[in-house]
């Protein structure tokens, strides 16, 4: 159970172009998904938090415009990268908390997306 | 704000060896620790995971953690990894949100 699908699994674009991520929790309902990002041999860092039907939490030093989040269901969160450029490339990562208050049972990650920009 | 500290940048070993994976963590009051795997082209897998209770936490595939909170740790173990254990582990703290460590990069030679 609490699976979450994440879709592409790579995606190659052209500078300039903008790419959407999608991530979808499959058995459950997701309230709050997060997104990371993870530069080569180094560790997920946290993008941004999505709660469903309000705006993203973004942490420091993300441009909002540039990544676009959008939770408009309980089981769909999407990330826009918005006029890509080489440097976006990387692997983006959604996850979702598992379980409510006094139920939580920690995180499911989906596969990753691994992007490429040319 | 939290921060996660793993020792271990890449550690290479032979099968049957012992591991120990070092992670320490800043944050003064309850924290839920977790440790995860990330095997090559996969996605992050949890292993274990620390809430409450005894500190002494047992995982999949054979791994254990230990908690001290006296010294801000949850290290890893396994008595005897396998050429399969082969991947990347994360150490992780979640407090207000999930912060991870730098990940250790473990490589067993067969």
């Known amino acids: 159970g609490a699976v979450v699908s994440q879709h592409p699994s790579w995606v190659i674009c052209k500078s300039g172009t903008s790419v959407k991520i999608e991530c979808r929790s499959l058995d459950f309902q997701a309230t709050t998904m997060f997104w990371y990002r993870q530069f080569p041999k180094q560790s997920l860092m946290l993008m941004a938090t999505?709660?469903?039907?309000?705006?993203?939490?973004?942490e420091q030093g993300v441009e909002k415009d540039k990544f676009l989040i959008n939770h408009a269901s309980l089981t769909l969160s999407t990330l826009t990268v918005t006029s890509a450029h080489p440097e976006d490339s990387s692997f983006y990562i959604c996850?979702?908390?598992?379980?409510?208050?006094?139920?939580?049972?920690?995180?499911?990650f989906g596969s990753g997306t691994r992007l490429t920009v040319v | 704000a939290q921060s996660v500290s793993q020792h271990n940048h890449h550690v290479i070993l032979s099968e049957a060896a012992s591991l120990e994976l070092g992670c320490n963590y800043s944050?003064?009051?309850?924290?839920?620790l977790f440790w995860y795997v990330q095997y090559p082209g996969q996605h992050l897998q949890l292993l274990l995971k620390y809430f409450s209770g005894d500190p002494l936490v047992k995982g999949i595939k054979g791994f254990e953690a230990e908690f001290i909170k006296s010294k801000f740790s949850f290290n890893l173990r396994k008595p005897s990894v396998q050429w399969s254990d082969t991947a990347e582990y994360f150490c992780?703290?979640?407090?207000?949100?999930?912060?991870f460590g730098a990940g250790t990069t473990v490589t067993v030679r067969a």
């Open positions: 944050y003064g009051g309850t924290v839920n």
């Open positions: 999505s709660n469903e039907g309000s705006k993203a939490t973004y």
């Open positions: 996850s979702a908390r598992i379980g409510g208050t006094g139920t939580w049972g920690g995180y499911t």
């Open positions: 992780a703290v979640n407090v207000y949100k999930l912060s």
